[in-house]
């Protein structure tokens, strides 16, 4: 709980201590480790395609990485070291034994809470430059968050879906649902404010598959009738009160207009990704099978627009805004199908099981990856990564009290010689 929670909140502080997320990911392996060694054993042995699956991908980074480069590359070390907790943290869960429930939830609560503090300093922020901020969003810009507008848009809907599971699933003490369904309802209205396309499509997406899991799996069709026309209130009113909101929506609409205008691209979100996308497709036509690495990717796009869009300023050169993009253009098709495979094998797991919570932290991700390069910045791979993991623990059966006090009452006669 303490190595997980300086993890999830670090995500919130990298900006001040970097390295605190790393501490988090260390501290877990080398509690795994410790767990391992003291009692002889590998906790999750079963499971260890679902959980050792993700490996692959740091497989991938180092041997297309080596084979276009060395070791002496400062850029390979760097992303070497980005993508380290796609080796460490597969292997804390899997050495690591079964989780309390309690402790899962108090997790997911670390999140919401911080989430929550993040929230009121940027809504601060806001107030305090109403004006200014209001006309950036007309700009393809956004009011400054910690982290970036784009990774805190994710852990909100992370944190909202976590919540709202938690809640009708009456896992928590009753003044702890009240407490989560407030948390919840507040971080759904910032979403909106907050106003990041992505963030609010995943948001919604991510709640749909919510909403039918409640009524086709569980029956629970007036719970799921009831947010449906909660969310629709709440999404009716943000768009009358939020200014943040109705500002982003003229921008995307002005914003597609212009995408058949190239020079648009240095000034537009959306046209400039657009634009990623095709210079990134000329790159892959020219390396389908094993693509260009990672590490000669930037250079090789700065040609392609070059060549392609000499309109484009280079400051405002993109890489891909998509992950399944950004590893086909990088590693070709061998390298895209083996990260499908490690990424999303451990989903047949949850599927099976009906672990709803881990089916959304996976929709989540994979539609943050279809705006984004999800996976390449350090925020980006540990929300990519360890919320997935943590939805996906397996949870003891009976906590320790509960175990010994099985233990300490009294049990059936035994019969016979």
């Not at 080398?30 to 906790?43: D, F, V």
Request: aromatic share 12%.
């Amino acid at each position: 709980m303490l190595w997980s929670s300086l993890l999830i909140i670090g995500l919130f502080v990298t900006d001040y201590i970097r390295s605190l997320p790393s501490v988090g990911v260390a501290g877990l392996f080398l509690t795994g480790i410790g767990y391992s060694l003291n009692c002889k054993c590998i906790a999750q042995r079963a499971r260890w395609p679902y959980v050792l699956s993700f490996g692959l991908i740091y497989v991938l980074h180092a041997a297309t990485g080596l084979w276009h480069t060395s070791l002496s590359d400062a850029a390979l070390r760097q992303d070497l070291v980005l993508q380290l907790p796609f080796l460490l943290l597969p292997v804390a869960f899997l050495l690591l034994p079964d989780w309390l429930a309690l402790h899962k939830h108090f997790l997911w609560l670390v999140l919401i809470g911080s989430c929550l503090i993040a929230a009121v300093i940027s809504t601060t922020n806001y107030l305090k430059n109403y004006d200014y901020i209001n006309q950036i969003y007309l700009e393809s810009k956004v009011m400054p968050t910690h982290p970036d507008h784009i990774r805190f848009s994710l852990l909100i809907t992370i944190a909202a879906l976590s919540g709202t599971v938690m809640f009708f699933s009456e896992a928590i003490s009753k003044r702890l649902r009240v407490l989560t369904s407030v948390g919840v309802l507040l971080l759904f209205l910032f979403q909106h404010l907050l106003a990041v396309r992505s963030g609010l499509v995943t948001l919604y997406a991510a709640g749909a598959i919510w909403l039918v899991w409640q009524g086709w799996q569980l029956k629970q069709w007036k719970a799921m009738l009831l947010s449906l026309v909660l969310a629709g209130t709440l999404f009716g009113a943000c768009m009358l009160v939020f200014p943040t909101l109705q500002n982003k929506i003229i921008n995307t609409q002005a914003d597609t207009e212009k995408i058949n205008s190239v020079e648009a691209a240095n000034n537009y979100s959306v046209t400039g990704r657009v634009y990623s996308y095709r210079a990134a497709w000329a790159i892959i036509h020219q390396h389908p099978l094993a693509g260009v690495s990672k590490i000669k990717l930037a250079d090789t796009m700065a040609e392609q627009y070059k060549y392609m869009f000499p309109e484009i300023g280079s400051e405002h050169y993109l890489l891909p805004h998509n992950q399944f993009i950004f590893n086909l253009a990088a590693y070709g098709i061998v390298g895209l199908v083996v990260f499908l495979v490690g990424f999303y094998y451990p989903i047949w797991e949850s599927l099976g099981t009906g672990n709803i919570l881990q089916v959304l932290m996976y929709a989540i991700i994979t539609i943050s990856f279809l705006v984004e390069y999800t996976l390449e910045s350090q925020v980006g791979v540990l929300i990519g990564l360890f919320f997935i993991l943590l939805a996906g623990a397996p949870v003891a059966a009976k906590s320790p009290g509960a175990a010994l006090a099985h233990l300490a009452s009294p049990g059936p006669a035994i019969s016979g010689h």
